[in-house]
């Protein structure tokens, strides 16, 4: 089985600007799950997707949404991008049911903003 | 809340020595319990995982972890690691319960000495 795969590996971006990231989930996973990743903050939950709903939602400003599609991959946005974006963005498939499913991550978007 | 603590930022040890990564939680209800290692530039790679059952739980590479409740803790081991070993160490925990928010320690950077 093919793994998490995200686009686009890298980015830079500049101050103001959008972004909107993508993450494709192992097949039949139906649970997207995005982390942001900062030396300073760590790895932080932005939030969960399990059949195109938001199931949990991490504590960030309302610039970062996401959304799933009906075959399970999942984009997350930020607007206004402001230099603390400047992080590696995870994201995490499951399959999603059950007390608890094992979370697979991607490699990562890493995101520059200047 | 939870919390995940993770006692020591980096640790270095000679190629072939045990090793011992510490991690500590809080939180108020049961709790699921995780170490994920990450490589450079790469994702993170569950290690092993603790739901329930014994306390001494065994992961890829020759990593085990011991669940003990009244220390809260969830200290992960080694008894003789590679150089292939150098990498940085998350411990996370999550609640469960159909919750799939991973809330992670600041991670331990292990460095191991040929």
């Known amino acids: 089985k093919a793994g998490v795969t995200q686009t686009p590996r890298y980015l830079i971006k500049t101050r103001g600007q959008q972004v909107t990231l993508s993450c494709s989930p192992i097949?039949?996973?139906?649970?997207v799950s995005w982390y942001q990743q900062t030396p300073g903050q760590g790895l932080q939950f932005l939030f969960e997707y399990f059949s195109e709903t938001q199931r949990n939602k991490g504590n960030f400003p309302g610039r970062f949404s996401g959304r799933q599609f009906s075959n399970s991959r999942s984009e997350m946005n930020v607007s206004t991008l402001e230099l603390g974006d400047s992080a590696l963005y995870l994201c995490?498939?499951?399959?999603?049911?059950?007390?608890?499913?094992?979370?697979?991550f991607g490699p990562g978007t890493r995101l520059l903003v200047l | 809340a939870q919390s995940v603590t993770q006692l020591d930022s980096q640790v270095p040890v000679f190629e072939e020595a045990p090793v011992e990564l510490r991690c500590n939680y809080s939180?108020?209800?049961?709790?699921?319990l995780f170490w994920y290692v990450q490589y450079p530039n790469q994702g993170l790679q569950l290690l092993l995982k603790y739901l329930s059952g014994s306390t001494l739980v065994k992961g890829i590479n020759g990593f085990e972890a011991e669940f003990n409740k009244s220390q809260t803790s969830f200290h992960l081991r080694k008894p003789s690691v590679h150089i292939s070993d150098t990498a940085e160490y998350f411990c996370?925990?999550?609640?469960?319960?159909?919750?799939?928010?991973?809330?992670f320690g600041k991670g331990t950077k292990l460095s191991v000495i040929p």
């Open positions: 939180s108020s209800v049961s709790v699921y």
């Open positions: 097949s039949g996973h139906r649970s």
């Open positions: 996370a925990v999550s609640s469960g319960a159909g919750s799939y928010q991973l809330t």
């Open positions: 995490a498939s499951s399959l999603g049911q059950g007390d608890w499913e094992t979370q697979y």
